[in-house]
């Protein structure tokens, strides 16, 4: 079974992911904000990690970078981080990379296109 975590702020939009994610077959742990991901991330090792990209303290490319240094530092198996951003330009989508994500999704979430994009990459079974 495939460990994930999903990162975000915002409550409502928090609850609303969860039980998607649930009625797809997908358990998630929660992290309320980018420090928290660091340190569950750290201490769980997930497969893959929904992180939304604007939070406060912490946001999500400074806790990607945080998450990619220490499985480099620590020969880590690396996480498949995807970022979560009501910012759909290409741009966008070039930021995650560079702050070391692996793909990004646009907000709302949509339960398809997450099936659609850990099939893709073979990072989770669905």
């Not at 070039?94 to 073979?122: N, Q, T």
Request: glycine residues 4%; hydrophobic residues 40%.
């Amino acid at each position: 079974m495939s460990k994930m975590l999903l990162v975000e702020d915002n409550k409502l939009s928090q609850k609303m992911m969860f039980y998607t994610l649930r009625n797809i077959g997908v358990q998630a742990d929660m992290a309320d904000d980018g420090k928290m991901a660091v340190e569950k991330a750290i201490a769980n090792g997930y497969d893959v990690i929904l992180m939304d990209i604007m939070m406060p303290e912490l946001n999500g490319y400074e806790a990607t970078q945080k998450i990619r240094e220490y499985e480099k530092s620590s020969n880590t198996k690396r996480s498949f981080i995807i970022g979560l951003t009501s910012n759909v330009y290409d741009s966008e989508r070039a930021k995650c990379i560079e702050a070391g994500m692996d793909e990004y999704l646009p907000k709302p979430f949509d339960a398809d296109s997450f099936i659609e994009m850990v099939r893709h990459y073979k990072v989770m079974d669905l």
